[in-house]
C-alpha cells in the first residue's frame, strides 16, 4: 500500500488557483446571461408606502424591474436544514410590503450588463411607512431561546445547573465577576457571493457560492414549490466562506426567480457592502462570568451568562456557553443562553460559531482569576483539568490539553515570563505573554463517496462536498490514494455538484471526518471487488485484466460513539505581544499553537488551517467590528476601508504549529476530529490576556484599539 495519508502534499488544485484557470461561481458565463442588481430597504423596520419604477423599466438595456407587487408567487414550503434556525420563518423576499431590517431586498433589476442594472438600480424611487425598530442590544430585554438545538443539532438546554453554584460563588475564597463583549463580525472572504441561475422547461441549474450544494437544492426547490432532484447546483471552487456560505441566503432566489421572469439565465452579484446586509454574521455578544475558587486555586463555581442578537422573524442560537459546562473541573456551574431580538437580518455561523466566543469571555476570566491568585495561567488551568466532561457525564474519547499547555509553552519559552505587568521591554514597547486554552467539538454526519476505477489503473472518486479553502481536492485525493493502493497521481477527486453522492455541509470541522470516512469505505470496497474479480494483489493489475471500468459506492453514519463519549479537540494557544505605550498601537509579534485534534492527514494543508485561524483571531482581538447606526441599524463601515481586516503586515512574524500526536479510534473511521475551528479559538483571549500582562490594563471589550489603551 502506498503511504499518503499523514505526508505533506501539496494543494492538488493550487495551478488552478494561482493561474486562474479555477471558475467560481461569478465567472462561469451561460449564453444569453443577464444581469441582476438588488434594491435593498434603507429602512429599519415598517412598510413600503410607494415604489415607482418607471424610471428604471426605461433605463438603457433594462429587461425587468420585480418588487412585491410584480413578482410571482412563491411557494416557501417548510425546509429547515441543520444550519437554519429551527425556530421562525426565513426571509420572504418580494412577497410583500413588510420590511424587517435594513438592507431588505426589496426589488430586483435584470439587464443586460452588470452596469445597466446597477445604475437602474439607483433609479428607483421608494418611499416607507416607518415604524418604531429595535437595533441597540442595550434596549433589548434578552429572552430565553424557544429552540434547545443549535449548530449541528445538540440538545442544549437554554439554563443548565449543577451542584449549587450561587452558593458556592458566595463562598468563594477569591472570585472573578466581570462582562465581557464582542460586537459584530462579518464574513469578508476574499469572493463575494455570487449565483447564476438558468432553467431549461420546468429544471433549474445553479452555479453558486456554497458551502453544501444538495442543501441549496432543497431550499430553492422549497421556495419554488419543485422536485429538488429537478435542480443542479454547480460549485467546484469557494473562495473562503467562513460560515457564510451554510444557508442558502435570498439572493440565490431572486437569481432563480428573475431567470424566471426574463426567460434568460440571470447572474446576481454581491458588492463588498451588500455582504453586511445579505449573508449572515457573527452575532453580537454580551457575556457575564463569574468564577470563584479556593486559595490554592481550585474551582469553586463557574456562572456564565450570555446573550447575543438574533433577527425579529427568526431565533438563531449557537453554542456559546458549550466550554464552561465541561472545559474545566467544577462542581457548581450554572449557564444562562439568551436572545435578543431586533431589526437587524439572521446571524449566521461564522469560523468556531458561539463557541469562539465564549471561550474569549471564560479564558479571559481565568487568566484574571489567575492574577488574583498569583497563580501561573498555565498552572491554573492544569489545576482544573477534568478527569471527564462533568456536563454529559462521560468519558473524553481523547484530551490531549496537559500535553498541548506542555509542548506550547516549552516551544513559546513561557518559564521566561515575568508575572508582573509592565515588566517586560523591548527598548520603548511593552511586552506581554499571554495564554488560552482552545476546544472545538468534533462532529461526524452521514456522507456518501463513489469510486470509480478504471482499466489503465486511474480512479476517479467523488462526493458532492465543497472546498473553502482548507485542502478538500487535495486530502479526499490522499485517503482515495493510500486506501486503494495507487499513487496520488493515478487518482482524480470530484466535488461539487448535485449530481455526485450527497455529503454533508462543508463546516463544522466535518467534512474529513464525514465525507473522508465515506471516500476511504467506498475505495475499500471498490479495491475489494476489483482484486476478487480480476485476482492477484496488485490493482493495475486486476483492473488490467478485468478490461472495463468498476464502480463501488459507500455511505457511512455515525454510530452510538457520541452517547458514549465526549469528543473535541483541544489545543493551547500562546501568545507576545507588543504595545506602544504612547499610541495604544498592538502588534503581535509570535503566536505558538498546539493541538490535538486526532490524526492529521496532510500536515501542510492542516498548518495552513491553522495559521488561517491564528491570523482570524488576530482580527477578533485587534480590529473587526461592524458599527451600527443604532437609529436604523445602517452599517456605516460595510466596506473593507473601515471594517479593517488582518493583511500580511498584521501577521507575526512567527506562527509555530504543532500537533500531539493522538490515536483516537472512537471520533470515526479516519480517527481525524479536524482543525478549521478550534484554530481560531483561544487567540482573541490570549492576546487580551497579553495585553493585560504588557499594559496592566484589562480590555474586556473586543476588538482592542488604540483608544481604549491610552
Known amino acids: 500500500m502506498t503511504a499518503v495519508i499523514g505526508q505533506p502534499v501539496s494543494r492538488i488544485d493550487g495551478r488552478r488557483k494561482v493561474t486562474g484557470a479555477a471558475t467560481y461561481a461569478a465567472e462561469f458565463e451561460v449564453s444569453g446571461q443577464a444581469h441582476a442588481a438588488i434594491v435593498r430597504s434603507t429602512v429599519g423596520n415598517g412598510r413600503i408606502a410607494s415604489i415607482d419604477t418607471a424610471m428604471a423599466e426605461r433605463a438603457l438595456g433594462v429587461i425587468a424591474v420585480l418588487t412585491h407587487r410584480n413578482a410571482p408567487r412563491l411557494a416557501y414550503r417548510q425546509h429547515k436544514a441543520m444550519v437554519d434556525p429551527q425556530i421562525g420563518e426565513r426571509l420572504h423576499v418580494l412577497q410583500d410590503d413588510r420590511v424587517t431590517h435594513q438592507g431588505q431586498p426589496i426589488a430586483l433589476v435584470i439587464a443586460d450588463t452588470i452596469e445597466q442594472a446597477r445604475h437602474a438600480a439607483t433609479l428607483v424611487r421608494v418611499t416607507y411607512t416607518p415604524e418604531t425598530g429595535i437595533a441597540d442590544i442595550s434596549r433589548v430585554e434578552p429572552v430565553l431561546p424557544t429552540q434547545e438545538k443549535t449548530d449541528q443539532g445538540q440538545a442544549r438546554p437554554p439554563e443548565m445547573r449543577r451542584g449549587d453554584p450561587e452558593a458556592a460563588l458566595a463562598e468563594a475564597e477569591v472570585k472573578v465577576d466581570q462582562t465581557y463583549v464582542i460586537p459584530r463580525e462579518n464574513h469578508n472572504p476574499i469572493e463575494m457571493h ?357 464502480e463501488a459506492s459507500a455511505d457511512v453514519k455515525p454510530g452510538d460513539e457520541g452517547s458514549r463519549f465526549s469528543m473535541h479537540s483541544f489545543g493551547a494557544v500562546f501568545v507576545e505581544v507588543a504595545v506602544d505605550p504612547d499610541l495604544g498601537e498592538t502588534r503581535v509579534r509570535r503566536l505558538v499553537g498546539a493541538y490535538g485534534a486526532g490524526r492529521i492527514v496532510n500536515p501542510k494543508t492542516t498548518r495552513s488551517q491553522c495559521i488561517g485561524g491564528m491570523i482570524g483571531g488576530i482580527g477578533m482581538a485587534l480590529m473587526e467590528h461592524s458599527f451600527m447606526d443604532t437609529r436604523n441599524g445602517r452599517v456605516p463601515n460595510a466596506n473593507l476601508a473601515e471594517y479593517p481586516v488582518p493583511v500580511h503586515a498584521d501577521a507575526p512574524s512567527v506562527m509555530d504549529v504543532i500537533f500531539v500526536e493522538e490515536h483516537d479510534p472512537h471520533v470515526n473511521p479516519l480517527g481525524v476530529k479536524g482543525v478549521g475551528e478550534v484554530a481560531i479559538v483561544g487567540v482573541a483571549p490570549a492576546i487580551t490576556n497579553a495585553i493585560f500582562h504588557a499594559t496592566g490594563k484589562r480590555i474586556r471589550e473586543l476588538p482592542v484599539t488604540p483608544d481604549k489603551l491610552l
Open 194 to 550: 455570487a449565483t447564476i441561475a438558468a432553467w431549461d422547461g420546468d429544471r433549474l441549474t445553479l452555479w453558486d457560492k456554497t458551502q453544501w450544494v444538495h442543501n441549496v437544492a432543497a431550499e430553492i426547490a422549497a421556495v419554488f414549490g419543485i422536485p429538488a432532484e429537478n435542480i443542479r447546483v454547480i460549485s467546484p471552487f469557494v473562495g473562503g466562506a467562513f460560515g457564510s456560505g451554510l444557508r442558502t441566503w435570498p439572493h440565490v432566489t431572486l437569481a432563480a426567480l428573475g431567470a424566471r421572469v426574463a426567460d434568460r439565465p440571470v447572474k446576481v452579484m454581491l458588492s463588498r457592502r451588500e455582504m453586511f446586509y445579505g449573508v449572515g454574521y457573527r452575532p453580537h455578544t454580551v457575556q457575564r462570568v463569574a468564577l470563584g475558587s479556593s486559595r490554592d486555586g481550585r474551582l469553586a463555581a463557574i456562572v456564565h451568562d450570555g446573550h447575543q442578537e438574533t433577527s425579529s422573524y427568526e431565533e438563531f442560537s449557537e453554542a456559546l456557553l458549550d466550554s464552561s459546562r465541561f472545559l474545566y473541573s467544577c462542581a457548581n456551574v450554572y449557564t444562562r443562553y439568551r436572545l435578543a431580538p431586533m431589526n437587524v437580518h439572521t446571524p449566521a455561523h461564522m469560523r468556531a460559531p458561539g463557541v469562539v466566543s465564549g471561550n474569549f469571555a471564560l479564558e479571559a476570566a481565568m487568566d484574571e482569576l489567575a492574577v488574583a491568585l498569583n497563580i501561573d495561567p498555565v498552572e491554573l488551568r492544569l489545576r482544573n483539568e477534568p478527569e471527564q466532561d462533568e456536563f454529559k457525564k462521560l468519558p473524553f474519547s481523547s484530551r490531549s490539553t496537559r500535553e498541548c499547555y506542555r509542548i506550547a509553552a516549552e516551544r513559546f519559552g513561557w518559564t521566561q515570563r515575568n508575572p508582573e505587568p509592565r515588566s517586560m521591554r523591548d527598548g520603548r514597547w511593552l511586552i506581554g505573554w499571554g495564554m488560552a486554552t482552545a476546544n472545538y467539538p468534533m462532529h461526524y454526519a452521514p456522507a456518501s463517496a463513489m469510486a470509480r476505477l478504471l482499466p489503465d489503473g486511474t480512479a476517479v472518486v467523488t462526493s458532492a462536498s465543497s472546498d473553502m479553502g482548507p485542502g478538500t481536492w487535495t486530502s479526499m485525493t490522499q485517503v482515495a490514494a493510500e486506501t486503494l493502493g495507487l499513487p496520488i497521481e493515478r487518482v482524480t477527486f470530484v466535488l461539487g455538484d448535485t449530481q455526485l453522492p450527497q455529503a454533508p455541509v462543508h463546516g463544522g470541522s466535518m467534512t474529513m471526518a464525514s465525507v473522508g470516512s465515506a471516500v476511504q469505505a467506498a475505495c475499500r470496497k471498490a479495491r475489494a471487488d476489483a482484486l476478487a474479480r480480476g485476482g492477484g494483489n496488485d490493482l493495475a493489475d486486476a483492473l488490467r485484466r478485468l478490461g472495463q471500468p468498476l
